[in-house]
């Protein structure tokens, strides 16, 4: 069993999938969860659903990709909250395309969604953390941000930025006893993949660079988070943990 001493976590991106797996997970283990997704019928639901179990959460809906917007959720939030002790920055988008045909739109809508999010929500709800002198951050990557993939130019890079900054955190609050880790998920079966895990054809040349030679749930990214936001994971910062079936060993 891993301890969390009445911890309050908030996860973006939780409306569904991967999200929706960690806020569970957390909630499961006693964590106060707030839910926060854009849309406020997604993420309601999941908080719902954690409280009629027995667990404590809380929905917020606001867009991760708007900074002034985040800004305010988060003053309301350590009005409510004396800290916020765990951050799960998920959420994200793909707007896939050839770098010869990607737009400037869709580059800069998947770096606001997916990096400059985690820039926002770290820089508003860290500075308790680090009084605290306990924090967990945990950034959801991809191996597109440490392999590339041909097609997602944006994606790719946002996620690797994130492992960057991620890096950079763990320095700057190591003194404080906050850690900031990455958690890099492979082909993991969610919304976001039904198509190619549904496609016979596409799954099985994705599968041929997949070592375990299946596509992993979104419960395996949930364990991994749940273990790093623990305190038995207290000497763990900086590091980059893929959950990938041993794609990018």
Request: glycine residues 4%; aromatic residues 8%.
């Given at each position: 069993m891993l301890t969390f001493n009445q911890r309050t976590a908030l996860v973006t991106g939780a409306g569904r999938g991967i999200g929706k797996a960690i806020a569970e997970t957390l909630a499961k283990h006693g964590v106060t969860v707030i839910c926060v997704s854009k849309s406020a019928e997604s993420c309601g639901a999941v908080a719902a659903a954690i409280t009629a179990a027995g667990g404590k959460a809380k929905a917020l809906a606001v867009d991760v990709a708007d900074g002034p917007a985040v800004a305010k959720a988060a003053e309301q939030l350590l009005a409510e909250f004396p800290t916020i002790d765990i951050l799960v920055n998920n959420a994200g988008i793909t707007r896939d395309g050839l770098l010869f045909r990607m737009s400037e739109d869709d580059w800069n809508s998947v770096?606001?969604?997916?990096?400059?999010?985690?820039?926002?929500?770290?820089?508003?709800?860290?500075?308790?953390?680090?009084?605290?002198?306990?924090?967990?951050?945990?950034?959801?990557a991809s191996v597109s941000g440490i392999m590339g993939n041909a097609g997602q130019a944006n994606y790719s890079a946002a996620k690797a930025g994130m492992i960057g900054l991620t890096k950079t955190l763990a320095r700057e609050f190591a003194s404080?006893?906050?850690?900031?880790?990455?958690?890099?998920?492979?082909f993991i079966k969610t919304d976001m993949t039904t198509e190619f895990v549904n496609n016979p054809e596409v799954s099985a040349k994705i599968l041929e660079a997949v070592p375990l030679k299946r596509f992993g749930e979104a419960a395996d990214i949930a364990n991994m988070t749940a273990y790093l936001c623990s305190e038995e994971a207290g000497y763990i910062t900086g590091q980059v943990f893929t959950v990938d079936g041993g794609m990018a060993m």
């Open positions: 770096l606001q969604t997916n990096l400059t999010s985690c820039f926002h929500w770290t820089k508003h709800l860290a500075r308790p953390m680090t009084r605290a002198r306990w924090g967990r951050i945990i950034n959801i404080r006893s906050v850690t900031a880790n990455v958690v890099a998920p492979g």
